[in-house]
């Protein structure tokens, strides 16, 4: 008989877990039969590749009807691409953004690409190094083309090695502001919602937030990626009651340096 202090885990935590291994266990089972059917498949053919049980590699979560995907992750660096394909800088420094994007304006557009913890990623026309957003190691006004990405909402939180500090985000886009040229460009983008603090994943903005920090900085436009996705994908042209309205929205904020 089992213990009297093991009886609420058998009573309630047991059936709870059965339930959650269901999903799992079914889907295992069918790849254990569709590995057999396909197995004897290719064996009634010309087998052209090697096929055994101990290299298999069970992927059980990707028959969907649909392709799923971040929607910030995916829509914001097609947002700055786009942007770059209008203002055609003769070169472009990223702070900490996705690696995806830097890799991929390499190809048309000298890349410097910045990071905290730096990433050993060499691509033809894409250099890396390590930067300190709180402490940029550039002059004033001296980066003509700059984009800091889905980076400033985790400033000061401590999740990846920083230092704790509330306000090192705005410290960060002090720092943005004050390296970026007159007639420059910055791309920006950060969730906004209603303000408030995830800890320790990250911050979220309203519409006013943003802007207050880069006065001396003129928004020439805004977008947004609604946390509706029936409203759709990218919104341009949006205002700051439709950000109001959001959870977990992605704002995206295309500023620049009046010369």
Known sequence: MAPADCAPLLNHSLPVK??????????????????????????????R????????????????AATDFDRHYVIHPAWAARVLTRTR?????????????????????????YDYRPADLRLGQLTSGQADLTALPFPDGSIASL??????????LGRYGDPLNPDGDLKAMG????????GGTLLFVVPVGKPRICYNAHRIYSHAQIVDAFPELRLREFALI????????????????????QHYGCGCFWFERVK
Not at 21 to 41: D, E, N, S
Not at 226 to 245: C, H, I, K, Q, Y
């Open 49 to 64: 590749f090697a096929l055994k049980w101990r290299e298999r590699w069970p992927c059980l979560a990707d028959g969907t």
């Open 89 to 113: 800088p003769a070169a472009h420094v990223d702070i900490s953004s996705s690696l995806t994007f830097v890799a991929l304006i390499s190809a048309f557009i000298p890349t410097r690409f």
């Open 175 to 182: 720092e943005l502001q004050r390296v970026l040229a007159p």
């Open 226 to 245: 609604p946390d509706d996705p029936a409203e759709g994908n990218l919104l341009e042209g949006a205002t700051a009651e439709m950000v109001a309205r």
């Open 18 to 47: 059965l339930h959650k291994l269901h999903k799992p266990v079914l889907a295992y089972g069918r790849f254990i039969a569709q590995y057999w059917r396909f197995k004897k498949l290719a064996a009634a053919g010309k087998p």
């Open 147 to 156: 984009s800091c990405m889905h980076v400033v909402e985790h400033i000061g």
